[in-house]
């Protein structure tokens, strides 16, 4: 299973970012979502999204982002609207789900992809 993520890059505040993310070689997916780690802190959800479409956010997020999926092609992508200096961080994408049809779920991340937001 491979995860290759895209879209970070350098924003001032106030821009606006599109991340994508694309699963390749799994068989099904459960859950599909959004981490980031800034330098010195833990990585922490940004958002998530079930079959059903059902989403979660993190508070400091909530209103500004918005996470979606295009299961055809097994794309997440996260929409980063009104973007602040505390979103800086590495995002990672990740994916829960079957690699074949008889293997039990398991877990996988993508490279991780730099967000920076500065004047």
Request: with cysteine; aromatic share 10%; glycine share 12%.
């Amino acid at each position: 299973v491979q995860l290759q993520a895209s879209g970070g890059g350098s924003v001032q505040p106030g821009g606006s970012l599109r991340l994508s993310c694309a699963a390749s070689g799994i068989f099904s997916i459960n859950y599909m979502g959004w981490y980031r780690q800034a330098p010195g802190k833990q990585r922490e959800v940004v958002a998530s999204i079930i079959n059903g479409g059902s989403t979660a956010y993190a508070d400091s997020v909530k209103g500004r982002f918005t996470i979606s999926r295009d299961n055809a092609k097994n794309m997440v992508y996260l929409q980063m609207n009104t973007l602040k200096p505390e979103d800086t961080a590495v995002y990672y994408c990740n994916v829960q789900g079957k690699r074949r049809s008889y293997t039990p779920n398991n877990e996988y991340w993508g490279q991780g992809t730099q967000v920076t937001v500065s004047s």
